[in-house]
């Protein structure tokens, strides 16, 4: 299956070489083609360049972009998309005055998501997920990683990750596994944290690497969950078993996440909206990609990461949903672009690079997706007739995306 797309009046985020990541003031430009053409072959990307050097040739299938973008599909490297119910309830609490943190002490929260989870059958939890997966399929996301953390038992954590495998075996986009199997301290453990730990530590991690559930590890550190030596051991032990660490830190308190995400080699650190300076220099020099989650920001109105800074740093950025039902209900990676430049005055170059490039980093992914380069998968957004790409942040709260494309194949 050979397609030819043609006459496209911008193609974003071409790079002939594969970069791994882009960083501090690399992040302000964002490679492209005008007047460009296209050609996916067998679902990957075969060649490219400006409409005068169009080849003629024999397509299956030739696309007239004439108006339109073309951009690689967003890659959106921090969700907690498979859960059960939601908590709409909650969310009417914070109106009234109750803080996030208020409705966790009272066994809200994650928590709330854990009991229900625990309730539901596999086959229930895969129908809901599902659902938000297709959604944001169609709302151009081609890569996305995904994290139990609602079981906080080792049968719960496992009928996830079952249902995030099921999900990669049935769907055509890029899926990363992550076990975060400390989210939060059940209430039969309140005054015995320990034995949580162990449970995690001896059961949970060697079960999920027998049975090769997880290519990732995350914990939640922060006061009140899992403090900097809680995160240290249940690190040291994913290493052991080959899981490689992605962690929440500095969300609520500044507390060294950063520093012992760094210490064992963390893929990323995401949240970061609590960032002292000496977070920002120990992420320097370093392969950690730091992870921005302005759609938790704007839903708990909490401080937005400090992206001027860490990229003003010299740092990369990269930007994802974080969708779950607490605190980030909405998987929209067209609205992290455009809250990346409203919020945390990124320009629309910075948010497309964090969006695409630097979110397949943060998965591992930068050889296979998040760039227009030769042998990357076809994973494409066509947008609507724009005209520049600086509409996409600027429209918010709708979106630019036509099609997508995934492996070369449209999405109905
Ligand atoms: O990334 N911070 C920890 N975990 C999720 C939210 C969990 C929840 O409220 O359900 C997050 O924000
Ligand atoms: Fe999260």
Sequence with gaps: MKILFKNIKELLQVRTETVPFVA???MKTLPTIKEAFLIVDNGLIADFGTMNECPEGDFNQVIDCTGKMVLPAWC???THLVYAGNRESEFVDRIHGLTYEEIANRGGGILNSAKVLQETSENDLYDQSKVRLEEVIRLGTGAVEIKSGYGLTVEAELKMLRVIKRLQENYPVEIKATLLGAHAIPAAYRQNKEAF???VINELIPKVAEENLADYIDVFCETGYFSVDDTDRILEVGKQYGLIPKIHVNQFTAIGGVQVGVKHKALSVDHL??????DIETLKGTQTMPVALPGCSFFLGIPYTPARKLMDAGLPLALATDYNPGSAPSGNMNFVVSAACVKMSMTPEEAINAATVNGAYAMGLQN?????????????IVTKPINSYGFIPYAFGDNQVETVFIRGEAIK
């Design 24 to 26: 501090g003031q690399d």
């Design 368 to 380: 296979k997706v998040g760039s227009i380069t030769k042998g990357k998968l076809a994973n494409l």
């Design 197 to 199: 730990l162990d449970m």
């Design 273 to 278: 909206e609590e960032m002292r300076d000496e």
């Design 76 to 78: 959106d490297s921090h």
